[in-house]
């Protein structure tokens, strides 16, 4: 099992920037591909970014790339999303999600673990 739980959303004018952290606890960290998704009010979740298990590789979808950071640490067991430039397309309740293995990737069925989430409003 792992837990996982998000911090750092809040409200935010357009072109500034958040940082949110997920901490997570359970079973090896670093044995699982992480990533963030987010889900706008009306609209189905949809993948932000992912980190493989060791950090060094990252995938981002379109809309966020060049604006959006994605890193770990794998000895805090925690996983961020640097959120640079943002816009009112971007706010969301945004989910950290841990892989049941080495997967980094864009699937949602291949995350078996999801936090709570955390409320991102950017204002224009």
């Known amino acids: 099992q792992v837990q996982l739980v998000e911090s750092g959303g809040g409200l935010v004018q357009a072109g500034g920037s958040l940082r949110l952290t997920c901490a997570a606890s359970?079973?090896?960290?670093?044995?699982?591909?992480m990533a963030w998704f987010r889900q706008a009010p009306g609209k189905e979740r949809e993948f932000v970014a992912a980190?493989?298990?060791?950090?060094?590789?990252?995938d981002y979808a379109d809309s966020v790339k060049g604006r959006f950071t994605i890193s770990r640490d794998n000895a805090k067991s925690t996983v961020y999303l640097q959120m640079n430039s943002l816009k009112p397309l971007d706010t969301a309740v945004y989910y950290c999600a841990a892989a049941g293995s080495a997967y980094f990737g864009g699937s949602y069925s291949q995350y078996n673990y999801w936090g709570q989430g955390t409320q991102v409003t950017v204002s224009s």
């Open positions: 980190i493989s298990r060791s950090g060094i590789s990252t």
């Open positions: 359970g079973r090896t960290f670093s044995s699982n591909g």
